[in-house]
């Protein structure tokens, strides 16, 4: 079994930060990548960003400059730092995991429940 479970989100206003983390527990043998997602009332889920397993990064152009995705690989942890937070970032932010609980197994993905984001004007 893994859990993921996401801490972070609230009320902000425009131009505010925050910080949002995804720690992975349970049975994982090892982790790929790790992703941030959000969706938007009435909108589809969509990438925010991604950091891989060697450490690289890539960005939605809407949230590059101002989100900064990273990992602690030792406390199988995911986070995202928001900065310049605007209304339209308003969201409920999820986190994927893409890992492996046994050498045998292929890659899964295991999503978090969810956090609320909302920034106000």
């Known amino acids: 079994q893994v859990q993921l479970v996401e801490s972070g989100g609230g009320l902000v206003q425009a131009g505010g930060s925050l910080r949002l983390s995804c720690a992975a527990s349970?049975?994982?043998?090892?982790?790929?990548?790790m992703s941030w997602y959000r969706q938007a009332p009435g909108k589809q889920r969509e990438l925010v960003g991604i950091?891989?397993?060697?450490?690289?990064?890539n960005y939605a152009d809407s949230v590059k400059g101002r989100f900064t995705i990273s990992r602690d690989n030792g406390k199988s942890t995911l986070y995202l730092q928001m900065n310049s937070l605007k209304p339209e970032d308003t969201a409920v932010y999820y986190c994927?995991?893409?890992?492996?609980?046994?050498?045998?197994?292929?890659?899964?993905?295991?999503w978090g429940q969810g956090t609320q984001v909302t920034v106000s004007s």
């Open positions: 349970g049975s994982i043998f090892s982790i790929n990548d």
């Open positions: 994927k995991i893409s890992l492996r609980t046994t050498p045998a197994l292929r890659v899964s993905d295991y």
């Open positions: 950091v891989t397993s060697a450490g690289f990064t």
